[in-house]
């Protein structure tokens, strides 16, 4: 699966990737935030196990998250329902959870990035 994500065209340059990712629609589908948070932790979590791909899976989850710390994906204070993350899809079907922020996206948004921090 990572060597899918990391390798996939239809993924943005940023990490980012939409909330299919084949969705007929790219590129004007839309992005989905939280799948790039668990993206970025699985990877943290993985390279421990990997170290063959170590340097590979350490790279993109820093890609993921500076791109999610950017203004783009990252809420100001006080805004965005008190979220930490903005553009997330948890139900593109009914439209109720599309371009939403999700309790999800920031639980591991913020597991990333206390792994990535354990790396230093």
């Known amino acids: 699966i990572a ?11 940023d990490g980012v990737p939409y909330w299919d990712y084949d969705d007929p629609k790219i590129p004007v589908a ?4 939280s799948a ?3 993206t970025a932790s699985a990877l943290l979590e993985l390279q421990q196990f990997d170290t063959t ?6 790279n993109y989850a820093e890609k993921i998250l500076h791109t999610l710390a950017s203004p783009e ?5 006080k805004e965005n329902g008190g979220f930490i ?3 997330s899809v948890g139900n593109y079907h009914t439209g109720e959870e599309l371009d939403r922020p999700l309790n ?7 597991e990333a990035l206390l792994r990535w921090k354990n790396l230093k």
């Open 3 to 13: 060597s899918y994500i990391i390798r996939n065209p239809k993924i943005p340059e």
């Open 30 to 33: 839309p992005r989905d935030a």
């Open 36 to 38: 790039a948070a668990i």
């Open 53 to 58: 791909n170590k340097g590979i899976y350490v």
């Open 73 to 77: 994906y990252l809420a100001k204070e």
């Open 85 to 87: 993350l903005k553009h």
């Open 104 to 110: 999800y996206a920031d639980y591991y948004f913020l």
